[in-house]
């Protein structure tokens, strides 16, 4: 009886052991399986299944085994969720290979990632970066083409970075030219006038190095043009109104000094906010003009004779 119940528990610490032991051999198994190159296959098997977020999370743990195709595969992946700024960058890291194959495909593929960026600066103060990575992909798909001469592709992608650059430019000209004419509906014409300025500058800018021929640039760039020398003619007109009428003064002609002084037209509301100083001269000059037509009024009537 005591021999069968030992022979038992012998029996049941051997089951034991061996059950231990299947567990830690089948650890062991999914531990071996986690793998880089394992890691990638399932990460490659959810990509196609369009499960792009464990695509990421397996495909992440390929790029130090596997920096050239790792980091280009968790790239597609990345550029699939919506993440193009991580894409872009991780593409970025694919293109440290001498497989040229698989650099024109990086190169074009972040040329991409670089582009879909652009849709996501809508506002007016994003347009020059939009600007600048439009401008990125432009490289990028050019240096796609030079290592694959045949890419259709590649070549209809520059010339839509092309003309997104070429719309984003124009864009922002625009924008400070409308900008500054609202502007100057307000009498704002100091914050006016730098609007134009850069609307100038920008258009320029445009012709000189964007496209020679771009109408729209070419029809806005003179309109910003004359706005400036509109805002410059009126601090001078205001300056010659103040000197001439000091002059009047000088010449003892009052009311001739206060007419010209106290005449409120566009032009000057458009000095005076350029040159607060030039606004400031006026009141003080018509203050103490007043001050001189007061006496004379009032020795006028001292020598009233009934």
């Not at 290979?97 to 849709?119: I, M, P």
């Not at 992909?137 to 003309?163: C, G, H, T, V």
Request: include cysteine; proline fraction near 2%.
């Amino acid at each position: 009886m005591n021999a069968d119940r030992h022979r038992f528990k012998k029996r049941k610490s051997a089951c034991i052991c061996v059950y231990l032991w299947f567990l830690s051999l089948v650890a062991a198994t999914v531990h071996a399986e986690e793998t880089p190159r394992s890691s990638m296959r399932k990460g490659l098997k959810a990509y196609r299944r369009v499960d792009y977020t464990n695509a990421v999370e397996h495909l992440e743990k390929t790029a130090l085994e596997f920096p050239a195709i790792g980091n280009y595969n968790l790239g597609n992946a990345q550029y699939r969720m919506g993440e193009y700024e991580a894409a872009a960058n991780t593409y970025n890291e694919a293109l440290r290979t001498t497989d040229l194959e698989l650099q024109a495909k990086a190169y074009f593929n972040r040329g991409n990632a670089l582009l879909a960026r652009t849709t996501a600066l809508s506002g007016p103060e994003q347009i020059g970066l939009a600007i600048e990575l439009a401008f990125q992909a432009m490289d990028m798909f050019e240096k796609s083409i030079l290592l694959a001469p045949e890419d259709m592709e590649a070549k209809q992608n520059f010339e839509r970075a092309q003309l997104l650059r070429l719309k984003l430019e124009y864009n922002l000209g625009k924008w400070h030219f409308d900008q500054a004419e609202a502007l100057l509906q307000e009498y704002k014409a100091k914050e006016a006038q730098t609007n134009y300025r850069q609307a100038r500058k920008q258009f320029e800018h445009i012709l000189e190095n964007v496209d020679p021929n771009h109408g729209e640039s070419a029809q806005y760039l003179p309109k910003a043009a004359e706005r400036l020398e509109m805002l410059k003619q009126a601090v001078e007109n205001t300056e010659n109104d103040l000197e001439s009428a000091l002059q009047f003064i000088e010449d003892y002609q009052y009311m001739l000094a206060a007419q010209r002084l106290t005449t409120e037209t566009d032009e000057r509301k458009y000095a005076f906010d350029i040159k607060p100083d030039l606004k400031k001269q006026y009141e003080e000059t018509i203050q103490k003009n007043q001050e001189v037509l007061k006496i004379i009024r009032e020795l006028s009537n001292l020598n009233i004779v009934e």
